[in-house]
């Protein structure tokens, strides 16, 4: 046994030790468990698109487990596939944007509900409320797109995926993330169109994204992600991001356009080298940065 497997069931030992003891007895409720959930699993598993099909959402969801069958195993709670995630005794660890993980005590929470039975809540009055609408109050902010690049794209983008690193060094696990971008930009505030992850999701770019799709992205979630964008990239405070000036961009695609590739406008200047003119509905290379205004400023063009 290695080094790390051995210290990962000691991990687990320790938690299902602190479980039985007796200040973790008012931990064992689905309330606290949920409220784990809550604060770091359900934006990405919830809804119809939730990864294996394992929501998280509702104790009913939790027990139905996944694609792959249970996740809660009452009799030997540490061989929970639930619990095999959130420790790293299974890859890859949840959740996925960690570390930072689940802390010890929250893991025990989970352990002490298990070994405790896994109880179902008391019954309660049926939730009459709506979902929320990420677009009532008129703006869409990261809080409100955060469970699709959850959903569909950390399993890689992101130090904890399915990649030694993030493809293209491009990590999609938070905001300040995102917009960093990897090796050249992939969201211009304010320009969805020009934006290299509405033009992986949408097919402009090469290869579409994600990379096991289809299926792809639906129309509501890359709409979503597109107004987002357009309106600015907002943070979940509401708080548009800044211009990239400087950051770089390659866009490759149908000149639909004088100077236009798959619809996204970009500005060619008397220090912009242009090999080979593109015809108008042909394939076409501009490779540019941002200027202090936002505009994509080509510093090569050409026929591809």
Known sequence: MTTKTNSVFVAIASYVAFATLPHAAAAETWQS?????EERCVACHSGEYAPLGLALDSYQALMSGSENGSVVDIAIPQQS???????????????????????????????????AGAVEPEAESPD???????????????????????RHCVICHSDNGRYDSPPEGLRLSSLENILRG????????SNAQASEIIRRVEGYSDPRMPLD????????????????????????????????????VRMRGI??????IDGAVFVV?????????PRKGGR?????????????????????
């Not at 548009?240 to 400087?246: H, L, M, Q, S």
């Not at 000149?255 to 236009?260: D, F, M, N, P, S």
Request: aromatic share 6%; net charge negative; glycine share 10%.
């Open 33 to 37: 468990v949920q409220a784990i959930f």
């Open 81 to 115: 596939a639930l619990v095999q995630r959130i420790t790293g005794a299974a890859e890859p660890r949840m959740p996925l944007d960690g570390p930072p993980f689940l802390s010890s005590t929250e893991i025990a929470t989970v352990v002490a509900w298990i070994a």
């Open 128 to 150: 009459t409320t709506k979902a929320d609408d990420p677009y009532a109050d008129g703006q869409i902010t990261y809080d409100e797109v955060a469970s699709v690049f959850g």
């Open 182 to 189: 990897g090796e050249r930009l992939a969201v211009l505030p």
């Open 213 to 248: 799709g289809p299926p792809w992205l639906s129309k509501e979630e890359t709409q979503l992600l597109r107004d987002w964008i357009d309106g600015g990239a907002k943070s979940e405070d509401g708080i548009p991001a800044e211009i990239p000036t400087g950051a770089r």
């Open 255 to 260: 000149l639909t356009g004088r100077h236009e």
């Open 269 to 277: 200047t008397g220090d912009t080298r242009i090999d080979d003119v």
């Open 284 to 304: 076409a290379e501009v490779r540019g940065h941002i200027s202090a205004n936002g505009d994509i400023i080509a510093d090569r063009f050409r026929d591809r």
